[in-house]
Each structure stands twice: as C-alpha cells, then as structure tokens.
C-alpha cells in the first residue's frame, strides 16, 4: 500500500457495497478526498454509497461517476453491481472540485475564480454525461476556465444522475446530469498522464479535397472510396462486409508532436458516387488517414504508452485512475483485465480503480476507443 492512497473494491448485493469497500480500506486514514466509481446496476445506490463511504471514512470530499463497467482490483465488471474507490491523503487547499454544470465557461469562474488563480491547477480529473446540451463546447470551455489538461470520460447516459462532485461544506448530495464536473489538481500534486489508441494506422495521412458535412467525397485527387480501398488492401477491400468494428478514420490532431489522432466510426459506403461516410463533419482542406482495430495492435499501443510513462517517471507511481473505452476491454482483448494487468507489469501493485466509458476526454478533447492512464506520483 503506497502512504497517502487506498483502493477498494466490491461486486454483488447492493446494499453491502459501501460496508465490503470500507472494510478494505485502512482506519484512522488521514485521507481527504475520495474517488468513486460504480456501474449502473449499482446506480440507484449511489447517493447511499456517498453517505455511508463519507461516513465510514472521514472523507468529506467525493468525486466520480457511474460507468459502463468497471476496472478494478484486477478485475473488469459490466453488467452487475460494483463499486470501486480511491482515497487520497492530499492538503485540502492544492485540490478543488466543481459541482455538475453545462456552463462551465460561467460557472467555474464564478465559483472557483480565486482558488484557480491562487493554484493554476496543471490537471483535472472529469466526468461528462452525453446528454450535455453540447459536449464539445463545454469540453473546450471546462479547459479553458480552469487552464487545466483534462483527463477523463463520459459516463453512462442511462442512469438519471450520473455525474459525483460533493465537496466539504456543499449543499445537496453533489450528484448530477447532462453536465461536467470533476476535480481540479494544483501542480503541487504530483500527476503523469498518457493516452493510448486502440487503432493503428494502416495507410499515409492524406488530404480531403472535397467534403459534405460528414460525406468525404474526394482525397488527394481521387474519388474517396478508391482510396479507401487502396490503403485497406484488396483482402478488406473485396468484402465490404468485414469492416465492421476494424477499420475506422483517423483525424489527425492540429500541432500534435505524437501524432495523435481522434477515431471516429467509418459509418457507410456509397459505391455508386464513390464516397465514404464518417462519424464526424470534415471539410476540404482536413487530413485524414485509416486505422485497423485489433487486439494486436491495442496491445502494442498499450505498452507504448505505460513504456513512455515510466521514462518520465523518478520514481515508482503512488496509485493511478484508468478510463478506457467500453469498446476495448474484454470486448476487444477477449479476456478480461488485460489493461490493468499490463498497468501493474509496468508500475506494480499500486492501488488502481477506474471505469469504461462513452468516449474518452483527454487535454480537452472528445476520443473514442482510447485508454487514459492519470499516475499520482
């Protein structure tokens, strides 16, 4: 157990998750914040879990949200009760949490104007539902008002609040819907954070000469779908049919030094016009290049990632949050905990938690079937 943070994590009946999760926990900790994710069988519970957690504990600080599936004590869990919870021992002025909102760009400042001042928060942790009037905007706009790097995902669009921020001395029980919140970092907090694809490149960034709305029409001077095909290869390219869940776009990001990409969804074809259709809105001018989906290449993307973490590490992390795509996981390894195993080869056995979302946010933008690894170190 690393000084400072504790997991817990529990599965089955209920009305005994808080109890089984506390009796994980040490006593007398002298933690101030608490992490806590659970899955949506466990939803209805959440404000119960909140108080009893924040009872047993001592913590009056709460932040989370209810997943997809969870990622925790080695295991991944989808579709039955669970929750899974993060203490932290940090001093009560270097982190802040903000309420639900979908005006973050009036609301944070409002709020929190001083404390971000005073503490040029470096990082914040955050929860999106995708039921936000508008999900990118207020993305964008919860980065700029804090002039943090944010880290995250969005939470389940099923459950009525799935967002947590209760923070010590707030009034209600800090649940909310159809916004952000989250947990703001000073830099005094030691943070490393990293993304991972779950794609990888199949062919060469290439340039839209001519596009609809989300209708690619032509690339580098030729019908769309003749490129497409070229850059698949003949095997994908002679059966149409296999696409589906392997093949995506890849939107180059603007000034990116890694060559990141967002993975949005090849969503049609249209033989006829020789035009494809993506699950975002281009324009002439935008690059784009195709991924392949795979285990391999997921896997080879995950220990690129944790191998770059751990060069920029002194020293061995404290306790990590990991937010993954509920497309990868057992749905794309095949097998269950693969990602938290390959985390705890790298840094060992450090109090881990995390969920499966909608879409991923890593700086302030919206990804889909990526892997945000955050490192308290």
């Keep these: 157990m690393n000084p400072g943070f504790a997991a817990a994590f529990a599965k089955g009946d209920p009305p005994t998750l808080a109890q089984r999760c506390l009796e994980q926990l040490p006593q007398g900790s002298d933690a101030t914040l608490g992490i806590l994710y659970v899955t949506e069988p466990a939803a209805i519970r959440f404000p119960q879990l909140v108080q009893e957690l924040a009872a047993g504990t001592g913590i009056a600080n709460w932040v989370g949200g209810v997943g997809l599936g969870l990622c925790a004590g080695g295991e991944e869990v989808y579709e039955r009760p669970a929750a899974a919870v993060l203490t932290a021992a940090l001093p009560n002025d270097k982190f802040r949490l903000f309420a639900p909102t979908d005006d973050p760009a009036s609301d944070l400042p409002r709020h929190h104007a001083q404390w971000i001042e005073a503490e040029q928060p470096s990082l914040a942790l955050v929860h999106a539902d995708p039921r936000c ?9 919860t980065g700029l008002a804090t002039g943090a790097f944010l880290v995250g995902g969005l939470v389940s669009h099923r459950c009525a609040t799935p967002l947590l921020a209760s923070a010590a001395g707030a009034k209600g029980d800090g649940l909310g819907t159809a916004g952000i919140s989250g947990l703001m970092l000073s830099p005094d907090i030691g943070i490393a954070t990293a993304l991972t694809q779950g794609c990888m490149p199949i062919g060469p960034t290439r340039r839209i000469d001519e596009a609809r709305d989300n209708v690619v029409i032509a690339i580098d001077g030729r019908p769309a779908l003749s490129v497409f095909k070229d850059d698949i290869g003949p095997a994908l390219a002679e059966d149409m049919r296999r696409l589906g869940n392997v093949i995506f776009a890849g939107l180059p990001v603007a000034g990116s030094d890694t060559g990141d990409y967002l993975v949005r969804n090849l969503l049609a074809i249209d ?24 285990p391999d290449s997921a896997r080879a993307d995950m220990g690129r990632m944790l191998g770059q973490l751990a060069r920029r590490l002194h020293a061995p992390p404290k306790a990590a949050v990991y937010v993954s795509c509920v497309a990868r996981g057992v749905s794309l390894f095949d097998e269950p905990g693969v990602e938290a195993a390959a985390i705890r080869e790298t840094f060992g056995d450090i109090p881990l938690v995390g969920f499966f979302a909608n879409g991923e946010i890593s700086r302030d933008r919206l990804y889909g079937h990526t892997g945000v690894l955050t490192l308290f170190t």
């Design 271 to 294: 033989p006829a016009n020789g035009w494809i259709v993506l699950g975002a809105e281009v324009e002439a001018g935008d690059q784009l290049l195709f991924c392949r989906r795979d």
């Design 133 to 141: 009037r508008d999900l990118v905007k207020t993305t964008i706009e």
